[in-house]
């Protein structure tokens, strides 16, 4: 399952603070890199990923910044739509 | 890339910290070797903006940031014309910062230099500075939004920079209708040179690294990431050892340079700073640092800023050492009044676009 954010336009921080939101949204919210070790044993849930669309490359690098440090797996794209876009995926195993 | 951004950042701070104590030695302020507030409004003096005659000087610092920036972002192939996110609200939002850093005295840069320099009234102002953010980053959660910025003609990106060029070619010429003090801050200066020169590294390497003030507190409060305030510490922890070794550093509340000791002034002064960069997204620096990437909107608040400096010394707003003035406490008081309507106003539009902005499950 894919959930898109657009925060194309949007200044600092908000870029982050709307992928925090679609984080909480899908029921994860912030885990720390200690927590994160249990997960190997742990049965992971459905596959997610959450696509969020940035147009700078600060906000590029802060979105991805903010979901290691989350502890979640980032990779970055170039957007479909030329230079101006990139778009951070961040999987998410679901707890569903 | 993390770890090189966390290096890039951790150097930023440490040359800024650096310079900031070299401009001093140079000729600028005592704890002062780089003020973002009191060098633009030194820049409004010098254009005879106000008529506050210790504090008029066309510093070349502040372009120096602007270009510096440009010409980092040209490198970087990140430079890009962009605007139209509530231009007149970050004019006005820019004005207010203004006055809340004249009131104590310092933007946040100069707050942390102060602070190195053993001035224990700055510790008020990070105080009502962390208090500012922690109230900015409450409304930012709760969906406060300037609006979307949009690509545009490259004439809007051009134009701070190339007001920076205008000013440095006055300094260098320094016509009649130019505003130089002959005492007071004003007339402390580092060469011309020294001041562009330190004013592009800055500049370059706050672009680079994304340096920025009320990022470091507002990160850590918001997502609990040291990323950018690692570069707050360097700055601090620099400046502080050069001070030492150079016997600059004097510890207490008393007597220090341009700075005055009314806790509550000082730490409301820098709450309206620190309100107002969340808002904005930055601290003065970073305005002037996204100015020069392209940002029109920052451009707006660079400008606001620069007007609202006008204001307060026309107006009698700003403090002095002696302390803040009555116009200056009741300029506070606004400021903050008109960041809470901006505000409240900011999170009403989110609420209307919200459902347009997340789309659900694909």
Redesign the interface.
Known sequence: ??????A???????P???T???LE?IGLG?RTRASRGSEVSDDPGPLEVIEVLVD???AM?NVS??A???GYDADVQAGEEGD?CYIVRICVKGRA | MALNQRRVVLIAGAVVGALSVVLAVAGNPANMGICVACFIRDIAGGLGLHRAEVVQYLRPEVPGFIIGSMLAALAAGEFRARGGSSPVIRFVLGFFVMIGALVFLGCPLRMVLRLAGGDLNAACGILGFTAGIWAGASLLRRGFTLGRSARMGVGNAMALPALSLFLLVLVIVAPTFVFASSTGPGSARAPILWALAAGLVVGALAQRSRLCLAGGIRDLILIRDPHLFSGFAAIFVVALVLNVISGRFRLGFAGQPVAHTDWLWNFLGMATVGLGAALLGGCPLRQCILAGEGDADAAMAFLGMLVGAAFAHNWGITSSPAGPTANGKAATVVALVVMAIIAYMGIEASGKSNKQRTTGEA
Not at chain 1, 1 to 6: A, L, Q, Y
Not at chain 1, 8 to 14: K, V
């Open positions: 399952m894919s959930h898109r954010v657009d194309r336009g949007l200044s600092c921080p908000q982050v603070v709307m925090r939101k679609a949204t912030i700078n490359r600060t690098e910044r903010f290691r440090h989350s101006d």
